[in-house]
């Protein structure tokens, strides 16, 4: 199975916009997820695929992916964003699901 | 409405086998492209994905976890199961289970839509 690399910790201040990346060659073969966690709660899908929001995701998320990178951007952060994100996508042999280690993002 | 929900115990004790159901609606698993995964969360740490099941019955683990794990399914409950042998402290865990959609489209999709709450497991004697 394959790796997804995330940065551990990303900050932004209110309002400003903030790129959270994903790297790893399952990326190459099958679009990465997105999920939000808040503390204490389940995760929540952000995006999925090249770049779709669930209904009830804010537009100010929105995904990209080139090679073997993934990213997910907000645009004019906002203090409910703060939370741990973390990429998600099945290996490129199919056989397995790998998961990003998260980052925390910190909304100044 | 899609809602899935994990139910097991809270407390096993070292060697002991866990077994954890999660029973949803408001889809079903022998529709084509639909999974069910199990994905755990020790504290403080990350998402640890272990095991998903597809509509056609294939089953798929973490290699780290293959020969503790198995993944079964009962479509007419709704119901999706894994069992956890030789249970040890270091799986102390919250423990999701999760809708997965799987399907080419544009490119390949598979994504983690629906969550469920989560069931926290601790191991100790």
């Known amino acids: 199975s394959s790796e997804l690399t995330q940065d551990p910790a990303v900050s932004v201040a209110l309002g400003q916009t903030v790129r959270i990346t994903c790297q790893g060659d399952?990326?190459?073969?099958?679009?990465a997820s997105w999920y939000q966690q808040k503390p204490g709660q389940a995760p929540v899908l952000v995006i999925y695929g090249e770049n779709n929001r669930p209904s009830g995701i804010p537009d100010r998320f929105s995904g990209s992916s080139s090679g073997n990178t993934a990213s997910v951007t907000i645009t004019g952060a906002q203090a409910e964003d703060e939370a741990d994100y973390y990429c998600?996508?099945?290996?490129?042999?199919?056989?397995?699901?790998?998961f990003g280690g998260g980052t925390k993002l910190t909304v100044l | 409405q899609v809602t899935l929900r994990e139910s097991g115990p809270a407390l096993v004790k070292p060697t002991q086998t866990l077994t954890l159901t999660c029973t949803f609606s408001?889809?079903?698993?022998?529709?084509?492209?639909?999974?069910v995964t199990w994905v755990r969360q020790p504290p403080g740490k990350a998402l640890e994905w272990l095991a998903f099941?597809?509509?056609?019955?294939?089953?798929y683990y973490s290699t780290s976890l293959k020969t503790r794990l198995t993944i079964s399914k009962d479509t007419s409950k709704n119901q999706v199961v894994l069992t956890m042998t030789n249970m040890d402290p270091v799986d102390t865990a919250t423990y999701y289970c999760a809708r997965i959609r799987n399907y080419y489209g544009s490119g390949r999709y598979f994504y983690m839509d629906v969550w469920g709450k989560g069931t926290t497991v601790t191991v100790s004697s």
């Open positions: 998600n996508s099945r290996d490129s042999s199919g056989n397995h699901v790998v």
């Open positions: 099941i597809d509509w056609d019955d294939d089953k």
């Open positions: 408001g889809f079903s698993l022998s529709t084509t492209d639909m999974c």
């Open positions: 399952s990326l190459r073969s099958y679009y």
